[in-house]
């Protein structure tokens, strides 16, 4: 999936402009980038167009340790960020963001393709959110 495309495709879904399109997209990166073993953030990385890349990867050091965040925490966080109204339209943000790069990764479900490794990094609330972005449910 080539940049603008999946800039356009969050912007869509999220009914906002291109702009704030990659803002939302560069805070949930940052975000879930930080919840990702080094290795695993940079294969996500690699399987991006350059500048999204850059996106998931700017503000990275070397020596990265994977950190573990709750829900609320993550979504505070995303909420901050972008300076969205409330928790729920961080919420909403973070599944769109999911979902596309889901797609982009062309794993549609957690169960298949790179998405899997992705799913299995995260905390258990964040876990239901990317599966809500796959429209499945936490077994």
Known sequence: MKDKLFVGEVAERFGCDERRAEILIFAVFQELRDRLTPVEAADVATRLPSSLRMLLMSLYY??????????????????RMVGLEDLHDAEAAVICVFRVLQEALESPTEVHGKARYVFSQLPNRLKELWLAAAGEELA
């Open 62 to 79: 070397p020596g990265h340790e994977a950190s573990s965040i709750d829900n609320c925490r993550f979504l505070e966080k995303v909420q």
